[in-house]
């Protein structure tokens, strides 16, 4: 089956401090992966994605490398700001059966000047 | 250009009440879902809808119904809530078509309790 298994929050960071967020996956064939994010009291904004392995995503600073050999596409940034402080959530799509996204738990980032 | 909509924002119900939630999206998208998100679980799909005309269950549809209205919009609807049912719920669209790229944007949800 399809599943993603994220890294456990909450994460507290230094404003500058390196981010790492870990995110697992199991899928059948070969997934697109996704990182979301969510601030306060908004919905979810789609942050980077990769769609085939060694594809690298990159947005506002944030990088993902789909990498197929460790099943993994962890979330990095080199020097966090207090506007990063939001959840992020790690999500797949398979290319069978629906088109539906497969969520981790979520990880909750806050940033402290 | 609104992307995903979603009303309303709030919304209390006693047990047993019944409503809906209304979604619509202006981007020409195929696809619909209606996911709900409950603290340490991420995001559940309820339903989802490939294509106008066409609907199917997700992940967890017990209680919920669904209606695709037309191309745009795309409604969830709670025939009896209960206090399971409390939740954040979103819908989201994307061009479907099973393409790689293909990729769902979000509204920003409705907070429902049932008391």
């Known amino acids: 089956g399809n599943s993603v298994t994220q890294m456990e929050g909450p994460v507290t960071l230094s404003e500058e401090a390196f981010l790492t967020i870990n995110c697992t996956y199991t899928?059948?064939?070969?997934?697109?992966l996704f990182w979301y994010v969510q601030y306060p009291g908004e919905g979810l904004q789609l942050l980077l994605k990769?769609?085939?392995?060694?594809d690298k995503g990159s947005n506002k600073g944030f990088e993902a490398t789909y990498r197929k050999e460790t099943t993994s596409f962890h979330l990095e940034k080199g020097s966090v700001q207090v506007s990063d402080s939001a959840v992020y959530f790690c999500?797949?799509?398979?290319?069978?059966?629906?088109?539906?996204?497969?969520f981790g738990t979520g990880t909750r980032l806050t940033v402290i000047p | 250009n609104a992307g995903v909509t979603q009303t309303p924002k709030f919304q209390v119900l006693k047990t047993g009440q019944s409503m809906t939630l209304q979604c619509a999206q202006d981007?020409?998208?195929?696809?619909m879902y209606w996911y709900r998100q409950d603290p340490g679980m991420g995001l559940r799909l309820i339903y989802y809808?490939?294509?106008?005309?066409?609907?199917d269950k997700g992940e967890v549809p017990n209680g919920y119904n669904v209606s695709r209205l037309n191309k745009r919009e795309f409604s969830l609807r709670l025939e009896s809530a209960a206090p399971s049912q409390t939740s954040v719920y979103f819908c989201?669209?994307?061009?479907?078509?099973?393409?790689?790229?293909?990729?769902?944007?979000f509204g920003p949800g409705t907070r429902l309790t049932v008391l």
């Open positions: 989201a669209s994307s061009e479907g078509g099973g393409v790689s790229t293909d990729t769902q944007y």
């Open positions: 899928a059948t064939g070969y997934p697109s």
């Open positions: 990769a769609t085939k392995a060694d």
């Open positions: 999500a797949l799509r398979s290319r069978t059966g629906a088109n539906n996204l497969f």
């Open positions: 981007m020409n998208h195929n696809s």
């Open positions: 809808s490939a294509s106008e005309g066409t609907t």
